[in-house]
């Protein structure tokens, strides 16, 4: 059986067969306030409170000032126990996109971290304007991500809003394991769902559950549903 990562958050886990396997590299995508980098603070803060486990906030976007800012705003917990400790914050700028596997890696050595979010691949993809290069780089950066001891959530950015709406870029079929946010209408109001598209070497449900977020984090209702096989 593979090593497990447990994240921590409420429901993922049991959904997940105990966790993200250890040392892959996972995409989490979704629209707009679906979730994503919510996900990622969580999986970093409960690795360091619960698993005693270092983790990395990679932004390619925002100062890593206003990730903590938004981190703080959003959730009860001690982040100051933890911050520059066991979670440390940075960002890339875009004129060093092309030397992110070095920047991390420095990190990941130095400071021994587990767990690495890297938030967000739609910037890469508007810096390599080039389909080609994006894609060798995506590439060249999930290979090296793979040669750490780590585990990594990345996120991406898409326009669906319905899973019969997906479509699948060289994000999903590079990664090792995929899981899709939703935030889909409901009457009056929208729902905020998850799925688990894929996940390599491990079992997981193939059904669809909805989730909330509060000052306690993320809450996933995550009853039976189908098993795959081991992919």
Not at 19 to 27: A, M, T
Not at 48 to 75: C, H, M, T, W
Not at 150 to 166: G, L, N, P, Q
Request: hydrophobic share 35%.
């Amino acid at each position: 059986m593979a090593d497990r990562v447990p994240t921590g958050i409420q429901g993922l886990d049991d959904i997940l067969n105990g966790g993200l396997v250890k040392n892959r590299h996972v995409l989490v995508t979704g629209g707009p306030g679906t979730g994503k980098t919510i996900m990622s603070y969580e999986y970093l803060y409960k690795g360091a409170e619960k698993y005693n486990q270092k983790g990395l906030f990679v932004s390619l976007e925002v100062s890593p000032e206003r990730v903590v800012d938004s981190a703080k705003i959003l959730f009860k917990w001690d982040w100051d126990k933890h911050l520059n400790k066991n979670i440390i914050v940075t960002r890339i700028q875009r004129n060093d996109y092309d030397n992110i596997n070095s920047i991390i890696g420095e990190y990941v050595n130095q400071h021994g971290i587990e767990r690495v979010v890297i938030d967000s691949l739609t910037l890469m993809r508007l810096y390599f304007r080039n389909e080609d290069a994006y894609r060798n780089n995506l590439i060249e950066l999930y290979e090296f991500l793979s040669s750490l001891n780590c585990t990594t959530i990345v996120t991406s950015e898409k326009s669906y809003a319905r899973r019969e709406d997906a479509s699948y870029t060289i994000e999903e079929f590079a990664s090792d394991g995929v899981i899709n946010l939703y935030l889909l209408p409901r009457k009056n109001d929208r729902v905020r769902v998850l799925e688990v598209l894929k996940m390599r070497d491990t079992k997981h449900s193939l059904s669809m559950f909805p989730f909330v977020i509060d000052k306690d984090g993320i809450l996933i209702s995550a009853k039976t549903g189908m098993i795959s096989k081991i992919e």
